[in-house]
Antibody, heavy 118, light 112 residues
């Protein structure tokens, strides 16, 4: 069975840092796209970062570019998202998502809550 | 960024009745590879989103065939032929053609 699980969420002060991890089981990340999506009641669902299948190019939303860094740890079948210089508006549930745009495969993790507050 | 506009934002439906959600994009969604990356997702209360439909009209695994997607260009529709209790939740359209990929605001389907 296929699963994604995020870890590393929590409470952090403005200007602080946090690292989220997403571990996959039952499939190999390298064969599919991987992305981070966040959700807030006010702004809805928003793509944060994305890497396509078997590529090294990582795309970032303008709102996080230069502050967030996504990396793929192929040997561990996991993906990380480093969140630096956090702001209150980064408070959200962060989902890891993977799958195929061409085939019937799409999977989301349960989400990790990140709260930025003093 | 491509703006995805859904309507209605609230959709009360009786069990066994059909439902339809519209999604309009601010730009055409045909990718340079010829595909249209428009998908529909469902989010039940307390759960992560789940994709139902990809490339406008293709079903994801395990999705009941009472769900169907259609459309082209900038206008797309999700239809549910006969609403069941488990269909309650929020439905989103999403474009995966132009980065940043973007979602609609969501349509809350509630059972009357």
């Amino acid at each position: 069975q296929v699963h994604l699980v995020e870890s590393g969420g929590g409470l952090v002060k403005p200007g602080g840092s946090l690292r989220l991890s997403c571990a996959a089981s039952g499939f190999t990340f390298n064969d599919f796209y991987v992305g981070w999506i966040r959700q807030t009641p006010g702004r809805g669902l928003e793509w944060v970062s994305y890497i396509g299948r078997r590529t090294t190019t990582i795309h970032y939303a303008d709102s996080v570019r230069g502050r967030f860094t996504m990396s793929r740890a192929s040997a561990l079948n996991s993906v990380d998202l480093q969140l630096n210089t956090l702001r209150a508006e980064d408070t959200a549930v962060y989902y890891c998502r993977s799958g195929s745009w061409q085939d019937a495969f799409d999977i989301w993790g349960p989400g990790a809550m990140v709260t930025v507050s003093s | 960024d491509v703006v995805m506009t859904q309507s209605p934002l609230s959709l009360p439906v009786s069990l066994g009745q059909p439902a339809s959600i519209s999604c309009r994009s601010s730009q055409g969604l045909v990718h340079s590879d010829g595909n249209t990356y428009l998908s529909w997702l469902q989010q039940r209360p307390g759960q992560s989103p789940r994709r139902l439909i990809y490339k406008v009209s293709k079903w994801d695994s395990g999705v009941p065939d009472r769900f169907s997607g259609s459309g082209s260009g900038t206008d797309f529709t999700l239809q549910i032929s006969r609403v069941e209790a488990e269909d309650a939740g929020v439905y989103y359209c999403m474009q995966g053609t132009h980065w940043p990929y973007t979602f609609g605001q969501g349509t809350k389907l509630e059972i009357k």
